[in-house]
T-cell receptor, first 112, second 113 residues
Framework: QKEVEQNSGPLSVPEGAIASLNCTYS??????FFWYRQYSGKSPELIMF????GDKEDGRFTAQLNKASQYVSLLIRDSQPSDSATYLC????????????FGQGTELSVKP | DAGVIQSPRHEVTEMGQEVTLRCKPI?????LFWYRQTMMRGLELLIY????????DSGMPEDRFSAKMPNASFSTLKIQPSEPRDSAVYFC???????????FGQGTRLTVV
C-alpha cells in the first residue's frame, strides 16, 4: 500500500458542478493533512490544510477528514475552468521525523 | 519574504556531467525537502533536513545523488555523474517544522542528454 494514495484521474466535471477528490493514507499517526494545487508547469501551492476530524470550509473549498477510516477528501463547489489542475494530497510521517509524503495527484478538468 | 528560491530554473547537461541544484529556504524555516517530479512517478521525496541535519535520505535513488545543507539558508543537491533518466523537475520546499505546510520553490527543470 502506498503511503498516500489518490485516484490519478483524470476527473472531468462540468462548470458549476461539485468536484470531489479523495485521498487515503497509511500512517495512523499522521496528524495533519494538506491539499496542494499544481497548474501545469508550475510548482505546487497550498490551498487547504486540516488537522481535526470533520469538515473545514474555505470559500468554495471544503476539506473532510476521517481519521478512523484514514481518509481525507477535498470538495470544490461551483467548479470553474480555472480550477483545472492537478490536486495533490500530502501527510507527514510522524514516525519518520515528519517527512512530508505526497500522493500521486488527481488531474481535474472543469469543462465550460 | 521572497519565498523559496531555487537555481537554476533550467539546466541542460550532457550525460556524465556533474549537476548542482541550489536552494535558499524561507528565512526562519527549519525543515527543508528536496523532491523530484516526473510524469511516471509523481512527486517523490528525495531527502529531508531538519535544523540543517539530514533526517531521512531513503528517497535518494542511488549514490550518484548527494545533498548538503551547510547552514540554515542554503542547500544543494548534486548529481554526479548525471544520466538521462535523471531528467525531471526538482523542487525544493521548506516549512516551519513537523505538521506544518511546506512552501515550494519554482523548481529546476533538468534535462540530461
Amino acid at each position: 500500500q502506498k503511503e498516500v494514495e489518490q485516484n490519478s484521474g483524470p476527473l472531468s466535471v462540468p462548470e458549476g458542478a461539485i468536484a470531489s477528490l479523495n485521498c487515503t493514507y497509511s500512517d495512523r499517526g499522521s496528524q495533519s493533512f494538506f491539499w496542494y494545487r499544481q497548474y501545469s508547469g508550475k510548482s505546487p501551492e497550498l490551498i487547504m490544510f486540516i488537522y481535526s476530524n470533520g469538515d473545514k470550509e474555505d470559500g468554495r473549498f471544503t476539506a473532510q477528514l476521517n481519521k478512523a477510516s484514514q481518509y481525507v477528501s477535498l470538495l470544490i463547489r461551483d467548479s470553474q475552468p480555472s480550477d483545472s489542475a492537478t490536486y495533490l494530497c500530502a501527510a507527514p510521517r510522524q514516525n519518520q521525523g515528519g517527512k512530508l509524503i505526497f500522493g500521486q495527484g488527481t488531474e481535474l478538468s472543469v469543462k465550460p | 519574504d521572497a519565498g523559496v528560491i531555487q537555481s537554476p530554473r533550467h539546466e541542460v547537461t550532457e550525460m556524465g556531467q556533474e549537476v548542482t541544484l541550489r536552494c535558499k529556504p524561507i528565512s526562519g524555516h527549519n525543515s527543508l525537502f528536496w523532491y523530484r517530479q516526473t510524469m511516471m512517478r509523481g512527486l517523490e521525496l528525495l531527502i529531508y533536513f531538519n535544523n540543517n541535519v539530514p533526517i531521512d535520505d531513503s528517497g535518494m535513488p542511488e549514490d550518484r545523488f548527494s545533498a548538503k545543507m551547510p547552514n540554515a539558508s542554503f542547500s544543494t543537491l548534486k548529481i554526479q555523474p548525471s544520466e538521462p533518466r535523471d531528467s525531471a523537475v526538482y523542487f525544493c520546499a521548506s516549512s516551519l517544522g513537523r505538521n506544518t505546510e511546506a512552501f515550494f520553490g519554482q523548481g529546476t527543470r533538468l534535462t540530461v542528454v
